[in-house]
């Protein structure tokens, strides 16, 4: 029987000199179910043009600030809406923080102080030390998606950021459902997820950049594997 692998979309403006994006597509190309790759530049997202439909997958990647907010923000909102499987890392991971905040949370003017420093409402904003560059531990606490995939209570991490969720919007993102799954030494969110979703989690760190040939990171392969289900039961006839 001819295999046909899953279709993930890779959301973010590659850039080939950029480490971290070769690593995402390292990461991606020797998961279990190695998927079909698309990049999709975030200034080629319409939301009244673009086939999101297409996808078993979204990997919102690092790199920001994206070309286009609003594009990046249409593709998350779309896995979001219609439970398809999505993983954010770095940019990616603050950008979900955005786009939940608007579309869930009902902060419609939020925004991302990297792009908009002045705005009233900053779901994302400077971290106290910048983690760019540098490997820090990350606990996993328990009960959550990210326990069951890490099986483990303490991780470390590769990180490339300079921003992070605002901790005075954390108790209203919470009480809408975005569960903080990992986090710092001082309690700062590292992971988020939402538990009512197939997969759909976001990490500040970014793990398909400790990707190694035969050791693949766990989060990266439970993201593939969430994708290749759900192309699997879509070719089945099966919803989602």
């Known amino acids: ?33 190695a998927p079909e ?15 999101l439909a297409r996808y078993a997958g979204f990997l919102v990647a690092p790199g920001s600030p994206y070309r286009s907010m609003d594009g990046a923000l249409h593709a998350i909102r779309y896995a979001r809406e219609h439970r398809v499987p999505l993983l954010g ?9 955005v786009e939940f905040m608007r ?14 420093p002045g705005a009233a409402h900053l779901a994302v904003t400077a971290l106290a030390c910048s983690l760019a560059g540098q490997t820090h531990a990350v606990r996993i606490l328990a009960g959550t998606r990210a326990a069951a995939i890490y099986q483990m209570q303490e991780t470390l991490e590769p990180f490339f950021c300079s921003y992070g969720l605002n901790p005075d919007y954390r108790s209203l993102l919470e009480s809408h459902g975005l569960v903080i799954s990992g986090v710092g030494p001082e309690g700062e969110a590292r992971i988020v997820e939402l538990p009512s979703q197939p ?12 990707h190694e040939p035969g050791k693949p990171h766990p989060l990266v392969s439970a993201f593939v594997d969430a994708a290749h289900r759900r192309h699997a039961d879509a070719r089945a006839g099966r919803a989602a």
């Open 1 to 33: 029987m001819v295999q046909h692998p899953a279709l993930i979309a890779v959301v973010g403006d590659r850039n080939p000199s950029y480490a971290v994006h070769v690593a995402t597509d390292r990461a991606l190309a020797h998961a279990e179910h």
């Open 37 to 51: 790759i698309e990049w999709l530049a975030t200034d080629d997202i319409e939301p009244r043009a673009t086939d």
């Open 89 to 97: 890392t770095c940019g990616g991971f603050q950008h979900l923080i």
């Open 103 to 116: 579309d869930v949370a009902g902060i419609t003017n939020a925004e991302h102080a990297e792009s908009n």
């Open 199 to 210: 997969f759909f989690i976001g990490t500040l760190y970014v793990p398909q950049a400790r």
